[in-house]
């Protein structure tokens, strides 16, 4: 680099020259433009970064669906698999009795509590009300009205739960004794006979 100094004193070098030089300026504006785009690609910009909250946002909220989605089936489930395991002892009481040979007192069958039947009750029962509301019963819990002498199961989640008539989230169970009249011509006069018991929904109700 070559440094000459002036008549008054001021040092002037080439270096000027050379730093404006159109080619150089090119050159760093290049430079700076391939170091600004590896910054970029490093980082995430804002709008990145809103696109990938909502991504996930948009995933959390079908995840937990899902999975309050099959919470409600299990309830369900669970919820059939005493009722069935009812009916099971409903119909081995009514056995017992046309096996005694006292058919009189099947009709009773209605009028009793139908957990005192199982040989180990769901831990979800809660026991005996008089005349219980929803809201007296903790949901997911089988209680038996004394008043109406049914069983009732309360429903937790019922997103997918359509109730009956009552409207009430629960479900209310009964013994149902069924009778029929005789298909022999000859007792058509005689009273129906009795066929069976049944463990039913006082309403019909719809549950996904």
Known sequence: MNIRIGERGSITSDLASVVCSPGRMARLSKNDNQ???YRSSKGFTLIELIVVIIIVVVMMGLFMDRVLFYQEQAEKTAMEGVAGAIQSALTMQYGQILTRGKPSDVPALAQDNPMNWLQKKPPNY???????????????????????????????????FKPGKGGKKWIRFHVAIN???????????????????????VEPYSWF
């Not at 009778?179 to 929904?201: K, M, V």
Request: proline residues 7%.
């Open 126 to 160: 809660a026991g005996e009300f008089y005349n219980p509301t929803p809201l007296s019963v903790e949901s997911g819990n089988w209680v038996f009205d004394l008043r109406t002498r049914d069983l009732i199961y309360v429903v937790r989640n019922a997103n997918y």
């Open 35 to 37: 170091l600004a785009g």
């Open 179 to 201: 009778h029929e009249a005789s298909r022999l011509s000859s007792l058509q006069d005689a009273p129906a006979e009795l066929t069976g018991a049944l463990f039913e929904p």
